[in-house]
């Protein structure tokens, strides 16, 4: 079945359909019925001749160390490695075969007069090296490649890639993080009642859409450093009848005015950035609030607290996938980095729909799982005084 939800999503023959959905289940099997695997080596043969070696528990560097003379594990991250290249190389396919079509398609809206949201790029944007010096999670050219005049590509293979990762369902819109984040604002924070939302590292609008969605009083603006992506993004919005705004910039420091937003969220965007910009992107968020006004950025783990071996699983992306912030975010102390742009102690507010600890233990002594952290997101924000 052909998925039409909105008039960017690229069209499917056959053979691509079919080469998507394999790798969608191929990776999940990998997932939930291989790789766990590497519990049993580790408890078994690993853990003993480490406590035995070192007279105390391992560390997650120590772990990793010898667990990559394992053969097993040897064999489950290349398998995981060989699948995430396998989803870019499907979806590249297709899209590389329709981008000039993906184009027009694009210029078709953006030149409409009936349009309810906008877009502004910045032809001078600086794209920072963290974006630019690494093919984040192996997506070929990454988030700001341009490869023609009016280029959507990033943000196409982008949209499959997550169609992909999220177990290709039947309609496409791919909002689930942002219904996701709306769950645990709304946990939070019952009654809030936004007139204008930032969404930062918006990407091609998943989640700005579910944001539009959720509070369509207010005025919505989607922010991020991509070009192609931006360009998806508004003529995906239009089509699907959002009225939101995108620009090209970076999160960093904004065109916006001082106190002008009520919401600022993000999803999925710590891990992709480098410390000292994480640390720029909250006192940002503390800028552009208004009093009263709420942030939250989700798409992250603690690993203080967290078992070595989890830790160790949890940072595979680090080392194999090409996304090198990860151990470094999950080490980091948030509150602290939230307290020090600015936000007061007594506003901070952290944690995740889904209970995290409990969620891994279920998965982890499943017979052969590995952990799986889809949705086990961390959020963390604050209120501005
Ligand atoms: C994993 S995607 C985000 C997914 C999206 N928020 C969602 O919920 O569907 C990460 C995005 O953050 C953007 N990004 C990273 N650093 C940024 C920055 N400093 N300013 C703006 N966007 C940024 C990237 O270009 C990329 O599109």
């Not at 709306?182 to 969404?199: M, S, T």
């Not at 798409?299 to 992306?317: A, I, K």
């Not at 990860?326 to 901070?348: M, S, T, V």
Request: hydrophobic share 35%; charged share 25%; aromatic share 10%.
């Amino acid at each position: 079945m052909q998925d039409k939800a909105h008039a960017m999503l690229v069209d499917e023959s056959h053979d691509e359909h079919a080469r998507m959905d394999f790798v969608a289940t191929w990776k999940a099997h990998i997932t939930s019925r291989i790789s766990g695997g590497n519990h049993t080596v580790y408890e078994s043969r690993v853990k003993p001749a480490l406590h035995k070696a070192l007279a105390r528990a391992p560390r997650r560097e120590e772990i990793h160390k010898a667990m990559k003379r394992e053969p097993f594990w040897q064999m489950t991250s290349a398998l995981k490695r060989n699948a995430q290249e396998m989803m870019w190389d499907s979806t590249h396919e297709v899209v590389t075969r329709q981008q000039d079509n993906l184009a027009q398609r694009y210029r078709n809206i953006a030149g409409g007069n009936r349009k309810k949201g906008s877009l502004r790029l910045d032809p001078a944007m600086t794209v920072p090296r963290y974006i630019s010096a690494v093919d984040i999670h192996l997506m070929p050219g990454n988030y700001h490649t341009d490869l023609m005049d009016d280029d959507v590509f990033a943000g196409a293979i982008y949209d499959r890639g997550v169609h992909i990762f999220g177990m290709r369902p039947k309609v496409g819109v791919n909002e689930g993080a942002g219904e996701f984040t709306l769950r645990f604002l709304r946990d939070q924070f019952p009654n809030l009642k936004p007139r204008r939302i930032l969404d930062m590292g918006c990407s091609v609008g998943h989640s700005t859409g579910a944001f539009a969605k959720a509070f369509p009083e207010a005025e919505v603006h989607g922010i991020d450093i991509g070009a192609p992506m931006l360009r998806y993004a508004h003529a995906r919005a239009e089509s699907l009848g959002y009225p939101i705004h995108f620009s090209q910039q970076n999160a960093e420091a904004t065109d916006f005015p001082d106190g002008h937003f009520d919401l600022i969220l993000s999803y999925g965007v710590t891990h992709e950035t480098s410390n000292r910009a994480l640390r720029a992107i909250f006192r940002e968020s503390h800028r552009l609030l208004a009093k009263g006004g709420v942030m939250m950025h989700g798409g992250g783990l603690q690993y203080h607290g967290m078992d070595p071996y989890e830790q160790f699983v949890t940072g595979w992306d680090t080392h194999y996938n090409a996304e090198p912030f990860i151990d470094a975010l999950h080490e980091l102390d948030l509150p602290q980095l939230i307290l020090d742009a600015g936000f007061r102690k007594q506003n901070l507010f952290e944690g995740t729909p889904v209970r995290f600890p409990e969620r891994l233990k279920l998965q982890g002594t499943a017979k052969s799982n590995d952990y799986n952290l889809n949705g086990a997101y961390l959020f963390c924000g604050a209120v501005r005084e």
